[in-house]
């Protein structure tokens, strides 16, 4: 089993930044991507970004492309999600997943994943 905390949710105004964290724990070892999903209120739950836990190849969702960068420290267990030029549709639960999947196949949706933690809401006004 792997444990996965969020941090680093909020209000900031549109515009503005904010840097979410997740912890690991547990068997991380046996992780082989980590990502972000994010779940507005009435919506499904969407991609975000992924990483691969080895070699750090990075995935985006068309919207997170230029303004968020994911970034992981294999030493700490711990995954971020730097979100920069945030807008008002932002605003959503934000939340961390992980896979055992260890494959050059990019790793981006919710059936790919097998763990997740309990969500860090931000909120973005205008």
């Known amino acids: 089993q792997v444990q996965l905390v969020e941090s680093g949710g909020g209000l900031v105004q549109a515009g503005g930044s904010l840097r979410l964290s997740c912890a690991a724990s547990?068997?991380?070892?046996?992780?082989?991507?980590m990502a972000w999903f994010r779940q507005a209120p009435g919506k499904e739950r969407d991609f975000v970004s992924s990483?691969?836990?080895?070699?750090?190849?990075?995935y985006y969702a068309d919207f997170a492309k230029g303004r968020f960068t994911i970034s992981r420290d294999n030493a700490k267990n711990t995954l971020d999600l730097q979100m920069n030029s945030l807008k008002p549709e932002d605003t959503a639960v934000y939340y961390c997943?992980?896979?055992?999947?260890?494959?050059?196949?990019?790793?981006?949706?919710?059936?790919?994943?097998?763990?997740w933690g309990k969500g860090t809401l931000v909120t973005v006004s205008s």
């Open positions: 997943a992980a896979s055992r999947k260890n494959t050059d196949v990019p790793v981006t949706t919710r059936d790919d994943m097998d763990y």
């Open positions: 547990g068997r991380t070892f046996s992780m082989g991507s």
């Open positions: 990483i691969k836990w080895i070699g750090g190849r990075k």
